[in-house]
């Protein structure tokens, strides 16, 4: 049981380019979602999804498209990375969406630099 | 949708008691508090839930007063890798009518020898 895996790690890239955030997850959670963390602000929803082909905005959506064709991933797509998407990126999952009885797991993160 | 407020910062000792008080004036009657903890370069973990009252766990414990605007982490006997960000959440529900749960930007403890 790995719980929530996201690759990869780290990521530099150059304005412009584009990139798809890993996030797979092996608990059998109906909810996932991504939130991005930069410094002093907490964490941040993007979008999230509460069931395969199901997704939603979160609170900071431009520029990112999610996915979720199947229960086990929530890719996050970059279409044309910008500096202010240099962040901290994390998955997280849970039976139903974190609520009573049923708490976020998340991933250990990935480091995106946008130069 | 309601927003929580916490202090930004705490600074303790080692075996000292720590208290973090989290207000959340507009909660909903159906919300739920929740509180995480976060290493530095770690996602967030659940630490505990409470809706009313006393929970406790192996953990922590979360009073909630009856009028439910504010709640309160008690961590007992800090050590060193008490050292964390602790975020204070309480549910929101989107069109749906799910829970999606949203942090705001935490209570960062630092625990000194």
């Known amino acids: 049981n790995a719980g929530v895996t996201q690759t990869p790690k780290f990521q530099v890239l150059k304005t412009g380019q584009s990139m798809t955030l890993q996030c797979a997850q092996d608990m059998n959670h109906e909810y996932m979602s991504w939130y991005r963390q930069d410094p002093g602000m907490g964490l941040r929803l993007i979008h999230y999804s509460v069931g395969a082909g199901i997704t939603d905005q979160g609170e900071v959506p431009n520029g990112y498209n999610v996915s979720r064709s199947t229960t086990e991933d929530f890719p996050l797509r970059l279409l044309s990375a910008a500096p202010s998407q240099t962040s901290v990126y994390f998955c997280?999952?849970?039976?139903?969406?974190?609520?009573?009885?049923?708490?976020?797991?998340f991933g250990n993160g990935t480091r995106l630099t946008v130069t | 949708l309601a927003k929580t407020t916490q202090p930004i910062s705490m600074d303790s000792y080692e075996g000292q008691e720590v208290n973090i008080t989290c207000s959340h004036n507009?909660?909903?009657?159906?919300?739920?508090i929740t509180w995480y903890q976060q290493f530095p370069s770690q996602g967030p973990r659940f630490i505990i839930q409470?809706?009313?009252t006393k929970v406790t766990n192996e953990v922590a414990s979360l009073f909630i007063p009856a009028d439910r605007k504010s709640s309160t982490l008690s961590l007992p006997r800090v050590s060193l890798s008490d050292t964390a960000v602790y975020y204070c959440l309480v549910g929101r529900t989107s069109s749906g009518g799910s829970y999606i749960p949203t942090f705001g930007r935490g209570t960062s403890l630092i625990v000194h020898p």
């Open positions: 507009n909660i909903a009657t159906n919300d739920y």
């Open positions: 997280a999952s849970s039976f139903t969406s974190g609520g009573i009885n049923s708490p976020l797991h």
């Open positions: 409470g809706y009313k």
